[in-house]
């Protein structure tokens, strides 16, 4: 299916992104869990929406390309802070993408970066609507004691994920629930 092997590719862009941010706790000055009071609202590419964060992201744009070979770009926005990660990721897919389903596009991804999980599972899955688009807020450890909880969301051709990794307690935390809260989408 073409719709799953486009998201099945950018699940193998997006990965490691969330797991190679692991190692990067110990050289951080900011103790672990403490968070800076302060959050700043990033506006990401063609000002599709505004997420928060505790501090000014790294911004890399990777190429991609559909099932069929149209080009487009994926947005990556991601920081370490507090011994806790976060990424947000954005794309608009090209018109030879089938967006008329969007669960099974979000499946397809959950599917995929489930393969980086412990167990290969993701321990919690919830699927709604939110403003507009439909979502998968999950949640899954990783490897080390770690915990990821992930929200993907596909309203018409806009793709948004945003990842959060830290201590498994964390992923339910404060920290984690201002970040997932804050999303905006534009209209």
């Known amino acids: 299916m073409e719709g799953g092997a486009l998201m099945k590719r950018r699940a193998l862009a997006a990965a ?4 190679l941010a692991a190692p990067a706790f110990a050289q951080l000055k900011i103790p672990a869990n403490k968070t800076p009071a302060k ?3 990033v506006q990401v590419e063609d000002r599709a929406f505004t997420v928060e964060m505790p501090g000014v992201p ?3 744009l990777l190429n991609d ?3 069929r070979g149209t080009a487009f770009v994926l947005h990556s926005y991601s920081l370490d802070l507090g011994g806790y990660s976060y990424v947000v990721q954005t794309a608009l897919y090209p018109a030879d993408v089938d967006v008329t389903r969007p669960r099974v596009l979000l499946q397809a991804a959950l599917d995929e970066r489930a393969t980086a999980l412990a167990g ?3 321990t919690r899955v919830d699927w709604r609507e939110m403003q507009g688009g439909a979502v998968a807020d999950s949640t899954g450890p990783v490897p080390g004691g770690n915990a990821v909880r992930q929200l993907v969301l596909l309203k018409g051709r806009r793709f948004v994920s945003l990842a959060f990794l830290g201590a498994s307690a964390g992923a339910s935390g ?4 201002r970040f997932f809260r804050s999303l905006k989408l534009q209209a």
């Not at 490691?16 to 797991?19: G, N, Q, R, S, Y």
């Not at 404060?174 to 629930?177: K, L, S």
Request: aromatic share 20%; proline share 10%; net charge neutral.
């Open 16 to 19: 490691p992104l969330f797991l």
């Open 39 to 41: 959050w700043y609202a």
């Open 58 to 60: 790294d911004h890399r």
């Open 65 to 67: 390309a559909s099932a």
């Open 120 to 122: 290969r599972k993701w």
């Open 174 to 177: 404060p920290e984690a629930e």
